[in-house]
């Protein structure tokens, strides 16, 4: 038992990082989630802010729009008033033709006037129904955004706890596989791998007959080919 204690405990360790590193994957899947949401909701608030700012433009627009019509109206007045007073028919023609340009540009005005009171009452639709819709999923994705912020609080809480579970189990382990387990673990996700039908199971090397005789003394060797740590889980009694 003495033997076999400090593997066992190294084991542990490796199982225990193994779910510690998991925990920690779904973390950051967690928080890529709770990022997906708020880009979700500065979308919404982009999309809420073009739509006013059209009905904005819209009615900017119209009112340009009405202020030349009115213009028009008072250039068309003012020439009328002229025509009273003018003393010889060329420049009652010469007036007369202004009158004319004016109308004309008065009736075209009309129709552009038409159309952007048209298009000022279809962008204030569209901004009402964008309005209620933001109202609608900003609401649902406050509630998602507060349960994901719950669960990232609660997985922080468990890997806080497991930490201190972490140091129980290195303190029962030899340093000096710990020192080699850390440097491997830098490299490579599974650094300690079990020995199955005489070979790796990570890279399915062919683990040499002596390796598999020392393996048997429960000895813990690297693979030749990865350098992973070996182990046969039927000599430490893993699994019992």
Not at 70 to 89: F, P
Request: glycine share 2%.
């Amino acid at each position: 038992m003495t033997q076999q204690f400090p593997f066992h405990s190294f084991i542990k360790l490796v199982e225990f990082d193994r779910n510690f590193f998991h925990k920690q994957s779904l973390l950051e899947k967690t928080k890529m989630k709770l990022k997906e949401i708020i880009r979700g909701k500065d979308l919404l608030k982009l999309e809420l802010e073009g739509a006013e700012k059209a009905r904005h433009d819209a009615r900017k627009f119209v009112d340009v729009k009405e202020r030349e019509m009115l213009d028009l109206e008072e250039q068309l007045k003012h020439k009328k008033e002229r025509v009273d007073l003018v003393s010889n028919q060329k420049e009652y023609r010469s007036i007369k033709n202004e009158v004319e340009t004016i109308k004309r540009t008065q009736h075209d005005f009309e129709s552009i006037l038409v159309r952007a009171w048209e298009n000022l009452d279809f962008v204030e639709k569209d901004f009402e129904k964008k309005k209620i819709d933001f109202e609608i999923k900003m609401q649902e994705l406050d509630k998602q955004e507060e349960v994901i912020k719950q669960e990232i609080e609660m997985v922080h809480e468990e890997l806080a706890g497991m930490e201190k579970q972490r140091n129980e189990l290195v303190d029962a382990v030899p340093q000096e596989w710990i020192e080699k387990y850390v440097l491997m673990q830098s490299k490579v996700q599974n650094p300690v791998v079990p020995v199955e039908n005489g070979c790796c199971t990570a890279c399915f090397y062919q683990v040499l007959n002596q390796d598999m005789i020392a393996l048997r003394h429960r000895k813990l060797l690297q693979c030749k080919d990865c350098y992973r740590f070996l182990y046969l889980p039927e000599v430490m009694g893993v699994g019992d």
